[in-house]
Nanobody
Framework: QVQVVQSGGGLVQAGGSLRLSCAAS????????VNWHRQAPGEQRELVAS???????YYADSVEGRFTISSDDAKNTSYLQMQSLKPEDTAVYYC??????????????WGQGSQVTVSS
């Protein structure tokens, strides 16, 4: 089994910053990619940032230049640094790892979600 635990989030004023963390543990052989999604009330879940192992980061247009995705491979941990936050960034943020587990199966594992609220 693989467990994914998120931390971070909270309430911040517009223009402020937050950092989300996401750590995977358990039966991990390797991590192929890490993805950060968000879902605002009444909206569909959207991909905001992604990075594949050895690849270049992807950012949604709405967060390009303000959000930074990074990974600490030794800790199986990913971070989403969010700056210049706007009220429209308010959402529940989810991370997911695309993991090759110890049985050589590629499976996606999700974190529990982190609420980010940006006040105007």
């Amino acid at each position: 089994q693989v467990q994914v635990v998120q931390s971070g989030g909270g309430l911040v004023q517009a223009g402020g910053s937050l950092r989300l963390s996401c750590a995977a543990s358990g039966s991990i052989f390797s991590i192929k990619a890490v993805n950060w999604h968000r879902q605002a009330p009444g909206e569909q879940r959207e991909l905001v940032a992604s990075i594949a192992s050895g690849g270049t980061p992807y950012y949604a247009d709405s967060v390009e230049g303000r959000f930074t995705i990074s990974s600490d491979d030794a800790k199986n941990t990913s971070y989403l640094q969010m700056q210049s936050l706007k009220p429209e960034d308010t959402a529940v943020y989810y991370c997911n790892f695309d993991v090759i587990n110890t049985w050589q199966l590629l499976i996606g594992y999700w974190g529990q979600g982190s609420q980010v609220t940006v006040s105007s």
